[in-house]
């Protein structure tokens, strides 16, 4: 008898004849198999639930001769149903005299489509995705797709649920908001830039969440003014609001006041920076060195050490730079006061926390080049901002789905 080598230099030659022996067997099969055989099983249980709950609602199985019977069989026609798993060709019955209206839980009257497979459709548009792409992705895995209609029709259905987020009402608990804007592209008629106000509400319990977005003509005071008195009137009052957050735009600092007037204000210190970058004159000479000491200022362990860094930037650079000195100067204490508020500062020094959302939304919208009105834009904002909350709470779906049939025979008590 010959000898089996199991070391671990000849391990794999022979496993390569243990899969070939065991596949001449039947034993072992490949992954497409498995998916082939499990395709067929969604198929049969499709099947086998149209043809459970049909019987039950004419109260008779098929070839049964039941006095209580409501209807009978007149044939089938086909129905092809698109689920995450394939398309499934199912069999539906008819009635010949159709005294009753069957109802299926599976789908509803006219569905083709499972419900998860248009959410992941709809998924892969609000992840970036072109509808190109999408299309060839879900012909390749699950062999079906739908068409640029379809996907803009699936778009449409969030209508509703965006005038339920609009009009909700708003819990009381925040204590910071950070306020920014993202410009877009929208056709209004013709092709102009509109920009995107958001406002990122930070609970007393350090938890972030978008409470509300519009679209507007600009960061003007009757925009932000607007927006903010939405939120006002849904119930974010401001009783625990310490601090608003934004950039440097007067329409936002005039809104705020208007509606907020007794919180405090910070000014963005990364915009700062950022301004003080374009108007340095001399960026070659003198833009590394000014911009490492001005970042300095805010690693400072405290408000008086800021000032203190402050003041000898300014006394260094301002006859060098006297332009991009004077604006450095404009407002710059009020970027210092989130030192007022602890533990909590690296919260709201900045915009940041929101501007990490905006650059996801910027990403994901960038495949669109422009919105083609005003409506498609407030949808594809109000589906990313929810696929973002989704992501942070994952709901979680039942893992199966139990069908009860009615007894035949009522149950006897043993005594």
């Given at each position: 008898m010959r000898s089996l080598n199991f070391s671990s230099d000849n391990l794999a030659v022979q496993w390569q004849y243990v899969k070939r022996n065991l596949g001449q067997l039947g034993v072992l099969y490949k992954?497409?198999?498995f998916e082939f055989q499990a395709r067929g099983i969604v198929q049969k249980l499709v099947q086998d639930c149209v043809n459970e709950e049909f019987a039950l609602q004419i109260q008779a199985q098929r070839y049964e001769h039941a006095p209580e019977r409501l209807d009978q069989r007149q044939g089938t026609y086909k129905r092809s149903l698109i689920t995450t798993f394939g398309t499934s060709e199912v069999n539906i019955p008819r009635l010949r005299y159709g005294n009753v209206k069957v109802h299926?839980?599976?789908?509803?009257?006219?569905q083709r489509r499972q419900k998860k497979f248009d959410q992941m459709v709809l998924l892969s548009m609000l992840l970036g995705h072109s509808v190109r792409k999408q299309r060839k992705f879900f012909r390749a895995f699950i062999g079906d797709a739908v068409s640029h209609t379809t996907a803009n029709?699936?778009?449409?259905?969030?209508?509703?649920?965006?005038?339920?987020?609009?009009?909700?009402p708003i819990t009381d608990?925040?204590?910071?908001l950070l306020l920014d804007g993202l410009w877009v592209k929208v056709f209004d008629g013709r092709l102009k830039e509109m920009v995107i106000l958001f406002v990122l509400g930070i609970t007393l319990d350090n938890k972030k969440e978008?409470?509300?977005?519009?679209?507007?003509k600009g960061e003007t005071e009757e925009e932000i003014t607007s927006l903010l008195n939405d939120l006002y009137r849904r119930?974010?009052?401001?009783?625990?609001?310490?601090?608003?957050a934004s950039d440097g735009a007067k329409g936002i600092r005039a809104g705020i006041n208007m509606v907020y007037p007794y919180a405090r204000w910070q000014l963005c210190y990364v915009h700062k920076l950022r301004n003080l970058?374009?108007?340095i004159r001399f960026k070659t000479e003198n833009c590394r060195s000014m911009m490492r000491e001005a970042s300095?200022?805010?690693d400072a362990g405290n408000r008086t050490q800021a000032i203190d860094r402050f003041t000898r930037f300014c006394q260094r650079w301002e006859t060098l730079e006297p332009y991009a000195i004077k604006c450095f100067k404009d407002r710059f204490f009020d970027t210092l006061n989130y030192y007022e508020f602890g533990e909590d500062k690296n919260l709201i020094s900045s915009t940041n926390h929101i501007e990490r959302d905006l650059e996801e939304v910027r990403r994901r919208i960038k495949i669109q080049g422009y919105f083609k009105s005003v409506r498609n834009a407030n949808l594809w904002i109000y589906g990313i901002i929810s696929q973002f909350r989704q992501e942070e709470q994952p709901e979680v779906m039942p893992r199966h789905m139990i069908f009860f049939r009615n007894p035949k025979y009522e149950s006897v008590q043993l005594s």
């Open positions: 992954f497409e198999d299926y839980s599976l789908f509803k009257k006219y029709r699936m778009l449409r259905n969030l209508e509703s649920d965006l005038q339920q987020y609009r009009s909700k608990n925040y204590k910071y978008i409470v509300g977005f519009k679209l507007a119930g974010l009052e401001g009783k625990h609001l310490k601090l608003v970058r374009v108007h300095n200022i805010y």
